[in-house]
């Protein structure tokens, strides 16, 4: 079977490492930076738990799937509550399997993206703002008014534009900043997971569930939960959470009486929620319900005067951490980084940085160091030079760039689609879906 599994992922364009053993996994896991864990429940005189143990205490977990059969299934549910992914019952369908991949993976990668921005937090409890844009001044000026309320928040803008450390921002400047901040991926949990985190739940309320659980919204106490990826909570959920909301009480699953809450919500999403609504995807009454004080991020194409002090912020970060504090840019170098549109937006911009530190041959990085798709861009002609040739269309020029960037980025990950998706800043959903539109396989 671990033979079987190694041919069927590689092929589908994964690397792959096995092990014979929980205690080789766990060899391995400590000297390697994995993604993705796939074990088996029983590991003759070992468990897939043991596995699980020790993919969770890694300072950056992996995303762990469990293959059971029927006479194993209770303890892989326990497995779920102690962190692992999901599980997959013997005999799976390979398709089957490598969707489940796919959907660990994309967690996976947007956990990383949370991750990212988290880090521009300092511990000392002070939120980095680095920009000279008006754009985000606005942005910093409206922060600090609802940090004093205690008012509903949705904060918006596309994938990387820094959602969660607004919300960080918010929490920190309010009277509740003792009090702990507590953020859910809602994308990342299927609908039961979610309901349980969120809620919490009662002891023997599902197989697994052997002690009561109060839910986030309960154990924040007076702090702020942030709901990031709100747009991807599926309807069912919406409903109680909607009613939660409006009465400002929680029903832990498998229990009868509803217990009050004091915690702030705030909530991010990169999606068009009155699109959604209008789609019959997200409830029009919770939207307004979330939609009380409204943060709008501007993505960093919008604001290209931040680019630069960006780039130096990130640049003294990562020769600090790479024992290299002296490295700078040319000017060259900002000057091309200034002209990119950046899709991925301040995310994209800090794993571009990250990589020109940890690759440079000198202290001053050159547009050599920058990723070809930016430093192989040509000057933009002046604005008064622009000729529209005959039967130009706008629509058609669009899908030509994005197709180029499409294929560029899966050059430069070797084919690998995850990595092809992190390189644009894009969910892989997102990413698939471009891929299909343009006929790329």
């Known amino acids: 079977m671990r033979e079987y599994l190694d041919l069927l992922l590689q092929q589908a364009g994964y690397e792959v490492q096995t092990a014979a053993s929980a205690a080789d996994a766990s060899k391995l896991l400590q000297a390697g930076d994995f993604d993705l864990v796939i074990s088996d429940m029983k590991l003759g005189a070992e468990s897939g738990l043991e596995v699980l143990q020790a993919a969770r205490a890694l300072p950056s977990p992996p995303e762990v799937i469990l293959i059971t059969a029927y006479g194993t299934l209770a303890s892989a549910v326990e497995a779920m509550r102690r962190g692992a992914y999901d599980y997959i019952c013997k005999p799976f369908d390979n398709d089957e399997l490598k969707l489940l991949v796919q959907k660990a993976l994309e967690k996976h990668a947007l956990l990383n993206e949370n991750r990212a921005l988290r880090s521009t937090a300092f511990p000392n409890g002070n939120v980095v703002w680095i920009s000279n844009s008006p754009a985000m001044r606005q942005v910093l000026a409206l922060v600090q008014k609802v940090a004093a309320s205690s008012s509903t ?18 929490h920190l400047q309010s009277a509740r900043a003792g009090q702990p901040f507590s953020p859910v991926n809602c994308a990342a949990l299927n609908e039961g997971v979610l309901e349980s985190e969120l809620f919490g739940h009662v002891r023997g309320a599902f197989t697994g569930a052997t002690q009561d659980r109060p839910g986030i919204l309960v154990s924040a106490g007076r702090g702020t939960v942030f709901l990031d990826e709100i747009g991807e909570v599926p309807l069912g959920i ?37 699109a959604e609504v209008r789609a019959g995807r997200f409830r029009e009454d919770l939207f307004y319900r979330l939609n009380v004080i409204s943060i709008e991020l501007p993505p960093l194409r919008s604001r290209p005067e931040d680019i630069a002090p960006l780039a ?24 091309l980084l200034e002209r990119y549109s950046f899709p991925g937006n301040v995310r994209q911009l800090q794993n571009m940085v990250e990589r020109a530190a940890t690759l440079a041959d000198s ?9 070809p798709s930016v430093s192989g861009q040509s000057a933009p002609p002046p604005r008064d030079e622009v000729i529209l040739p005959a039967g130009f269309s706008l629509e058609k020029h669009l899908d030509q760039l994005e197709r180029q960037y499409l294929v560029e980025a899966l050059r430069s990950a070797g084919g690998v689609k995850t990595r092809a998706a992190e390189l644009l800043g894009l969910t892989f959903r997102s990413f698939r879906y471009r891929l299909a539109k343009h006929g790329i396989d």
């Open 312 to 335: 130096r912020h990130f640049l003294e970060r990562f020769g600090k951490e790479n024992g290299r504090p002296g490295l700078t840019f040319a000017p060259e170098t900002l000057a």
């Open 238 to 274: 919406q409903v109680k959470l909607l009613r939660v909301l409006q009465e400002r009480k929680v029903k832990p699953v498998g229990s009868s009486e509803e217990k009050p809450f004091e915690a702030r919500i705030v909530a991010a999403t990169n999606r068009n929620l009155e």
């Open 153 to 170: 928040v949705l904060v918006t803008g596309e994938s990387g534009t820094g959602k969660e450390l607004v919300a960080r921002a918010i």
């Open 363 to 371: 202290d001053v990085l050159g547009p050599e160091s920058l990723p």
